[in-house]
């Protein structure tokens, strides 16, 4: 009579490890999509698809942004959840690898933005400085502006003042009756909580010379880069949190893809000698 086998040669890949893999890639998947989905919608709506060198900074569109984080996100969450799903050791192993890169772009970038700080805040304040060139030219970058100085409380780069560099603030048109010269965007304005209609004409002539009025009580003087420092140093045990917790979910994806492929590269050694 013949012996039966062992138990343990008998055992499949954990199951646990493989449905937990899958599961948390198919969120990403979904994400992915939807972020893809809606660079690709914005594009359309602005017609960028028909006239690509309309787009005046790649990097700062939000659109572009929305499309390749969304790319990334989804060719990532589609090669875990089906390379766990199949056992696919291929996907799994380029799940893996681009999760590393990206894992440890993220560090290498959180640590050399630390060391040069005065750099990166350089450059963030020529970011916005584009932005604000750019305006009135994308409705996209308008709306993150926008977003930007009503939620940190803030107007331009380093100052208010940076808002001349763009044609339809700038002080010199004033000269040829344009009615924004020498002012600000609504978003710069301080709202008052009995408002409920948007006042977008509340931010005009605020930076003239022969302004009378008390500009301080008008419009947030700050500017966004000195309001997000003052932001992130005050919140800053929850962002750390948040990129702690970013970090662990990243090691943990790689450690249960690796963990998979061992099971899987078990199993097949057990067939081959079976």
């Not at 055992?11 to 969120?27: D, P």
């Not at 660079?39 to 700062?60: D, H, P, Q, R």
């Not at 609504?186 to 209609?197: L, P």
């Not at 932001?231 to 990243?250: C, D, F, M, R, S």
Request: proline letters at 2%.
């Amino acid at each position: 009579m013949a012996k039966r086998r062992p138990q343990q040669d008998e055992s499949e890949v954990s199951l646990w490890v493989k449905y937990l893999l899958f599961g948390f890639n198919v969120i990403f998947w979904v994400a992915g999509g939807v972020f893809l989905g809606i660079g690709i919608w914005a594009w359309t709506e602005k017609g960028t698809f028909g006239n690509i060198t309309s787009l005046t900074n790649f990097v700062l569109d939000p659109a572009f942004i929305f499309i390749i984080v969304g790319a990334v996100i989804f060719i990532l969450g589609f090669s875990g959840c089906i390379g766990a799903l199949r056992e696919n050791v291929f996907l799994l192993r380029f799940y893996s690898v681009v999760l590393g890169i990206i894992f440890f772009a993220e560090l290498a970038i959180g640590i050399l933005g630390f060391l040069y700080k005065d750099w990166v805040q350089g450059q963030i304040e020529d970011g916005i400085t584009n932005i604000i060139v750019n305006y009135r030219e994308d409705p996209d970058l308008q709306d993150l502006i926008d977003g930007i100085q009503q939620s940190l409380k803030c107007c331009g780069g380093a100052s208010y003042e940076d808002w001349n560099v763009n044609v339809y603030f700038n002080c010199s048109m004033a000269s040829r009756g344009a009615r924004e010269a020498c002012g600000v965007p609504y978003s710069c304005c301080i709202e008052a909580e009995t408002e409920e209609v948007v006042n977008t004409q509340c931010g005009y002539d605020v930076r003239k010379p022969s302004y009378d009025g008390v500009r301080a009580d008008l419009i947030y003087e700050q500017g966004c880069v000195p309001a997000f420092k003052e932001w992130l140093e005050t919140n800053l045990v929850i962002v750390g949190a948040i990129a702690i917790g970013i970090a662990l979910l990243q090691i943990c994806g790689i450690c249960f893809a690796h963990n998979l492929i061992n099971d899987i590269k078990e199993q097949k050694a057990k067939w081959r000698y079976n």
